[in-house]
């Protein structure tokens, strides 16, 4: 059993309509629905606006999904810290979209995580450039999004362990969309789809690649021990006694 936790802002969706109409019950919820389907995962979510990010929820979470853009500010500082902690202690985290610019993100790269972005309604190709990696099992060579905000080069990441998928914008820009990187225990994947006004989390490749990430993010122990300081004897001080 897999325990995740859907965290979102929630903001966009009580202060624009035509949000609610594609997310009527918020992004967290769309996302939390179909990851639902599958009953290894213990499903929750979180939001801002509710202000329910509690202690005991997310030191009860193996997987923390984040989705935030407006209100990144607004988000305590120590929340954030707390959320790096966990990671480095080894719960998977995954950024979606906007959360690029995120608290915990920021401060899981250590670099601005800037980027090139445009909203201008037109499609994107998203290919898959690492067909063996566990997140694109499933995912042809590419797959296309009708409409999303165009996200590009330079982003300023730390270099990727893995670069997984590359989206390709109509209007020439490139981004590198699907990349994973390990903070100390914890693993975390970036994925660049789905901004709020597009129904992104309803399409079945989003989903997919969502659900292989889960699995692939997902700690096999949480253990603060295991990266704590130590001065221990040498181990052969055992054949000396
Ligand atoms: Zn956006």
């Not at 624009?16 to 967290?28: A, D, F, L, Q, T």
């Not at 129904?199 to 699995?215: G, T």
């Amino acid at each position: 059993m897999i325990k995740v936790t859907v965290w979102n802002e929630y903001y966009h969706e009580h202060e624009s309509e035509k949000v609610r109409e594609v997310y009527p019950n918020g992004i967290h919820s769309a996302i939390a629905e179909f990851l639902k389907t599958d009953e290894n995962l213990l499903v929750r979510t979180a939001t801002l606006y509710e202000n329910n990010l509690t202690d005991e929820l997310l030191n009860d979470t193996d997987v923390l999904f984040w989705w935030g853009h407006m209100k990144h500010s607004a988000v305590p500082d120590e929340l954030a810290q707390k959320v790096q902690e966990r990671v480095l202690h080894g719960m998977g985290f995954i950024a979606l979209h906007s959360a690029h610019h995120s608290k915990p993100f920021k401060k899981l790269m250590g670099t601005s995580c800037n980027l090139r972005w445009r909203e201008d309604d037109k499609h994107e190709r998203i290919w898959n450039v690492c067909p063996t990696h566990p997140i694109a099992k499933g995912i042809d060579l590419f797959f296309e999004i009708d409409k999303d905000e165009m996200y590009g080069e330079l982003f300023d990441i730390p270099k990727p362990d893995d670069l997984i998928f590359i989206t390709w914008h109509p209007g020439g820009e490139l981004m590198r969309s699907g990349c994973t990187f390990r903070r100390g225990n914890g693993k975390i994947f970036y994925f660049q789809p789905g901004h709020e006004t597009y129904p992104i989390f309803y399409d079945k490749n989003v989903q997919k690649v969502l659900f292989n990430a889960v699995y692939w993010v997902a700690p096999d122990v949480i253990d603060p021990e295991i990266i704590s300081c130590k001065h221990p004897e040498s181990p052969e001080q055992a054949y000396l006694k």
